[in-house]
Every structure is written in C-alpha cells, then in structure tokens.
C-alpha cells in the first residue's frame, strides 16, 4: 500500500470516562482509530510532557495523543500504510527529534514516517521500505545492531529463518538483508542493548526457544541460548533484577517465562514459567519507582491486564477492556512512576491507567 502524504484528521478533542485528565484517578479512555495494535510512550512535542502514540491496524493510521498541560490529550491521525501491527518511536534521520516506524503486516514493508518535533508526522523520502521478510511483518526491534552509528529496524522472517533486517545509513535504509536466526523466528523479536552493540532478541515457537543475536558488527555472532519456551511467540528485554545486566521475558504457549542476565548466560526465575491463558501482549517498565520492571501481560479472551513483580509474583489485575492487545508502560503523569496504557482491539480507543499498582484488583 502506498502511503499517503498527508494529514488524515484535523486534531480531535478527546473523550475521557472516570477521569478528565492524567493525573487523576481512575482510567482515562481516549479515542483512536480501528483495532488499536501497536503503542508508544515518549515526548512528541517537546513540551516535557508524555504523549502517546497508537498504531491502529484496520484505520491503516498513526493516531498521536498530545497531552495538554492540564493532562488531557489531543488527538490527530497520520497515515501508516497497510495494517499497522507495531510502532518503535527512535530518532532515524538524527536531527534530534523522535520519529515513527510501522510494521506493515501483510506485506515486507516498513513505513517510516519522520517527525517535525511539534507533533506532526510526515513519511521519510523512500518511505515505505521493503526489508524482505516473508511471509509478512508481524513486529519490528529498532537499534544501531551492526555498531555504525545508524539506527537500524529489524522484524521476523519465519519463512526464511531469518531476521529481516533494514540496515540504515545517512537519509534512509539499505534494502533489506536476512540474518539466520535458527529455527522460524517469528512474531515480535526485541532489541537488547549490552555495552557497545544491541543484539536482536528471537522467539521461536516452533524449536520452542528464546535466542539472542549479540549483535551485527563484522557481520554478526552465533546464536546465544536465552531458555526454553513452548511455542514462544514474543520477547521483551527488560530490566528486573538493577544489576545492569538485560533480562528477558517472553510468552509463549499459555505461560510467560522470565530469565535473569548473568557473566554466564541467561537464569529462569524461581516458578518460571508461569501460567496464563493465551498471553498476547508484555509490556514492562518501573511502575513503583525502584529502578526494577514490572510486567504486565495482556490475555487474548480476557479483559484484564495482568501485573507481574520483577520476581514474577502476580500482583493483581487491571480491568481494561476485551483483548488488551496493545499495552505500553511510561510515566504519562510525570510522579516518576510508569503508568499504563491499553490497546482495545474490539473498540477504537486505549485506555490510560495512572499509578496502575493502586488500582490492582485480588482475583
């Protein structure tokens, strides 16, 4: 699909139900486009304020929440071409401000569309770019893998047991390569930043692993083993033990997993895996302010968002709405602590949850 260059709505006011703005209590519902799928956390528009960014698959758009310095947000739409199914916020072109990349599910296409620091979006010259995945995208993972300088964008390539890779360079990307990656990598791979290089983080549901590849440089290393995970479907690097070294979580066949970095290898957390119900989205990020990641898991016949210690003990859920598809972990109401924010796939709006820990429910 060919991406349109220009802008699809005016700015929208937003509606909100329990709560009028980000720093009160009680979820904020804001509107957005068709199946919300993909959300992203960061400053748009300079002002020091967190805004939001939601990709929505069947709108085919980039919905942008900028929020207001009262804490309620507006709303304006760009084009993202075909089905947008994950957003990564990073900085492609250097010029200091964020900009937005979209994997565009069935197809190999990777819309970027850079950002005018104020808010706005308009596609990157060469936009979209084909990385050569097949059959299609699923997710991206966004960092400088081959030690260059340059951001690069990588995404599943099952049918090739590969990683598609979008190498990056002064104004655009190189067309895409693949990376071997074992055995049908697929669905949503994570960068991981270790020192000096970033490795790609891999499920693989069909081998029944999560691997690592440290990194690109000088053309790339072996496969590192991570842990087992039956039908792995999507991993997350986080941070859960503050020693500095990169965890990962991972969910897979009715269970999530977690292991703890160390000088030799990856460890499984004590009751790891732990049981859940087709889990289909992680999100994780510090919800209390002590320099660890909670988890929280989102369930595809659910409308709870469940919420994991960085030791993986269940802490309580969050009534969101059905299939809580997309979640995203930031402070949005700037007390130092991350709230939540949930994708509803059967509504077009994401949910805002400020200090989620005080709204967890014992079930």
Same mark, same amino acid.
């Given at each position: ?34 199946? %919300? ?75 970027v569309l850079l950002g005018d620091g104020s808010g706005g979006f308009a596609p990157m ?59 049908? %990598? ?86 790891? %895996? ?35 210690? %960085? ?49 967890l429910v014992q079930e």
């Amino acid at each position: 699909m060919v991406l349109a260059h220009f802008l699809l709505a005016m700015p929208l006011a937003l509606a909100a139900c329990a709560a009028n703005s980000a720093g009160q209590a009680g979820p904020l519902s804001l509107d957005v486009g068709d199946r %919300p799928r993909g959300i992203a956390l960061a400053d748009l528009d300079g002002d020091g304020r967190m805004d939001i960014a939601v990709a929505n698959a069947d709108s085919d758009s980039l919905s942008i929440l900028l929020q207001s310095a009262d804490g309620t947000f507006v709303r304006s739409d760009f084009a993202a071409g075909n089905e947008p199914s994950d957003i990564e916020l990073a900085d492609f072109n250097g010029d200091g401000t964020l900009d937005a990349a979209f994997a565009n599910h069935e197809t190999s296409l990777v819309t970027v569309l850079l950002g005018d620091g104020s808010g706005g979006f308009a596609p990157m010259p060469g936009s979209p770019f084909d990385s050569g995945a097949r059959p299609h995208l699923h997710g991206l993972a966004v960092g400088d893998f081959n030690s260059d300088g340059h951001l690069d964008i990588a995404a599943d390539s099952s049918d090739l047991d590969s990683i598609a890779v979008l190498l990056g360079k002064a104004g655009g990307f190189e067309a895409g390569q693949q990376v071997a990656a074992g055995q049908f %990598p697929y669905y949503r791979v994570d960068a991981r930043p270790d020192g000096a290089q970033t490795g790609i983080l891999i499920p693989s549901p069909r081998a029944h692993t999560v691997s690592l590849i440290p990194g690109l440089a000088d053309g790339g290393a072996a496969l590192v083993a991570v842990g087992q995970a039956r039908g792995a479907m999507m991993v997350v690097d986080a941070n859960l033990d503050s020693k500095g070294g990169r965890d990962v979580v991972a969910a897979h066949e009715n269970a999530v997993s977690l292991w703890v970095a160390g000088d030799e290898g990856f460890t499984a957390l004590p009751g790891s %895996p732990l049981a859940f119900e087709i889990p289909t989205e992680i999100a994780v990020g510090d919800m209390d302010g002590d320099g660890r990641d909670e988890i929280a898991i989102g369930l595809w016949d659910s409308d709870r968002v469940h919420i994991l210690s %960085p030791e993986g003990a269940l802490l309580g859920t969050i009534a969101a709405c059905f299939r809580p598809v997309g979640l995203a972990i930031g402070d949005v109401d700037g007390d130092g602590r991350g709230d939540l924010v949930a994708g509803c796939w059967e509504e077009p709006r994401v949910m805002l949850f400020t200090d989620p820990l005080q709204q967890l429910v014992q079930e």
